[in-house]
Structure formats: C-alpha cells, structure tokens
C-alpha cells in the first residue's frame, strides 16, 4: 500500500484568493475552480483502493508479472482550527494478490492496526504527521518481528535478502523523516493538491518535493489541468501529470537496489543505467466541500541499461464510498 518508490510528493502551493460565498464555494466562476477543503469536526470518509503493478520486459505489451491488491481507508476529522485541520486515518479490509508471498503481505500489513493522525493547513494541504514516534515505536516491532517468519525457510538466498531488506529499513527507520515518508503515500494521493485556483483550460507549471526514505532529496516538475466543471453534479475534473528530476531519481533508485532485487527476484545491474518516471493523475472533487471523489494515479517507471528496458506502471484508483 505505501510503495517506497511511489511518486509521493508535497507540492509548493500558491495562496488562494477571491473565493465566492456560494453553494459551491469551490466554484469561483463558470469557467475557474479552487481547490479548498471545506470539512467539519466529526465529518468522515471512506476510500476504497484498488492497486495494480504490472512488470513489463522490451517492447512487449504483456506483463511477466502482475499483482493486483485492494484495501480501505477510513478519514475522520477529529480536530480544526482557523489554521488548520487533523484526520485520523485508519487502514482496514487489506486483500493481498493472490499469489503474494508471505514476505509482501507482511510489509503491506505494517500501516495496520494502529491510527495515523495528521494535519493539513485551512486549504487541505498536507502539513504535517503528528503521531510519528507512535508510528515509528510500532513499525521497528513489526520489522523485527517479521524476521521470525524466514526462520526455517529453506530459501537460503532469499531469506538473506528478505533480512538484509528487515535491518536496512530499520536503520532508515530510526529516523522520524523516514518513518513520515513512508506513510505518506495514500495521504498525498488525497491531499497533494489543494490550495490552487486553475482556471479551465490553462495549465498550471508546479514545481515538486518528493518524500524519499533516506538522505535523498528529489525534486519535479508538473502541470495542473482544470479539464471539467459539472455545477449539477458538484464536481470537477482536475488532471495532473508529475516528472521528477531524471538523476535526482537515479540516486534515489540507486539507493534501493536490495528491493528491486526482491520484486525482480534476481539481481538487476545498475551499470549504465537510465531511469525515468512519469505519473498521471486524474481527480474528482467535490465542488461544495473538497473532499475527493476519486482519484486515479498511474506511475510509469522504465529502467534501461545494457541488457535491455524493463517498465513497471503501477496503477492507484481511490474511490470514495
């Protein structure tokens, strides 16, 4: 659920103005749009998520591997000010690809059973995690505990990699941006983009921040496209396209070749190697509060080195219950 080379991000967002007392106060005009959450104490929502990763080798249209896993978040505001707003957010009802093994199931299962609480700004915009030492006390058991499960594994091999992975993200881990970055996914598919005024047809240029685990900083670029106003059914179309910076990502990716050796399950050179990401991004929002309707993210990640191209898209499709 929180994948470690997700196109999390936090974007710099410009300050809003000129908004319209209205039924629809996200409705600045018939042809201009803000984004703005409009919530109340107490307010909830709930998101099914379905995610697909498809692995692809050359040229070839047909996947080597495909996994497809579903699960349920739960939002609850529990607090706002004049400045700000807090959400509990809770994970449940996890179905696992059926043919994953017991180590994905067990990285998938860490964000479980314990409540992630953090704030947003007046406009929605994603500040800060406030229960992180929690966060982090629990997720350092969970790892350890989950070395235990390839005790008697007889996959000699695998079982030194699947540890070596265990003790690499507990060291990462220790540190509280880490443990932020890692739970950031799902919260910045949500809230990544509030606190824009777009106006139909004009794209916006947006500059991006990554969420990395570890000492990486990687920044993008992106446009943000106001492509639909439907006023009768209290909702807009917002698309956005995200690129981060091309070496910046190398590093990044450099920086976790233990966990492309475990989704491969063979070593993969880094020599010579040439990375690219692009991600879409496709919203619904509701017009009279903020809250998202749906959310439909597509990451393209294409490796290529000596030996050949390898693609990876992974495919996030949020839609509000």
């Known amino acids: 659920m929180f994948r470690l080379l997700l196109s999390t991000l ?28 409009y919530w109340n104490n107490g307010q909830s929502a709930r998101y099914h998520v379905k995610q697909q990763e498809s ?5 070839s249209e047909k996947p080597f591997k495909d996994a497809q896993s ?9 607090d706002s000010t004049a400045t ?3 959400f509990e957010m809770y994970y449940t009802s996890y179905t696992p690809d059926e043919d994953a093994d017991e180590f994905v199931k067990r990285i998938a299962e860490l964000a479980f059973d314990i409540p992630i ?15 992180l030492e929690e966060l982090q006390k629990d997720l350092l058991e969970k790892l350890e505990e989950s070395k235990s499960i390839f005790a008697d594994s007889k ?5 030194e990699i699947y540890i070596k992975i265990m003790d690499l993200m507990k060291l990462q881990f220790g540190d509280l941006e880490n443990v932020e970055a890692l739970f950031l996914s799902d919260i910045i598919m949500l809230h990544g983009y509030y606190g824009f005024e777009m106006q139909s047809g004009k794209p916006l240029d947006i500059e991006l921040y990554y969420a990395t685990i570890g000492d990486y900083v990687m920044t993008g670029t992106g446009k943000l496209t106001l492509s639909t106003i439907n006023k009768g059914k209290d909702e807009c179309i917002i698309n956005a396209t995200e690129k981060p910076n091309r070496d910046e990502l190398k590093e990044y990716m450099e920086s976790l070749a233990l966990l492309f050796m475990l989704d491969s399950g063979k070593k993969f050179s880094m020599e010579e190697l040439n990375i690219t990401m692009n991600t879409k991004r496709k919203m619904k929002m509701e017009l009279s509060t903020g809250w998202m309707n749906s959310v439909v993210n597509t990451s393209t990640t294409k490796l290529t080195n000596k030996k050949g191209e390898q693609r990876k898209v992974v495919v996030h499709e949020y839609v509000r219950q």
């Not at 579903?70 to 529990?78: G, R, T």
């Not at 996959?155 to 079982?159: L, M, P, V």
């Open 84 to 86: 700000s707003y807090d």
């Open 55 to 59: 692995s692809f080798k050359g040229k």
């Open 117 to 131: 609480i953090y704030r947003t700004n007046e406009l929605g915009q994603f500040d800060t995690i406030l229960n």
């Open 155 to 159: 996959e000699t091999e695998a079982t």
């Open 70 to 78: 579903e699960y349920d978040i739960k939002l609850k505001v529990i």
């Open 10 to 37: 936090i974007c710099a967002l410009p300050v809003v103005s000129g908004i319209l007392a209205q039924d629809l106060p996200n409705l600045v005009s018939p042809t201009k749009v803000t984004s703005i959450g």
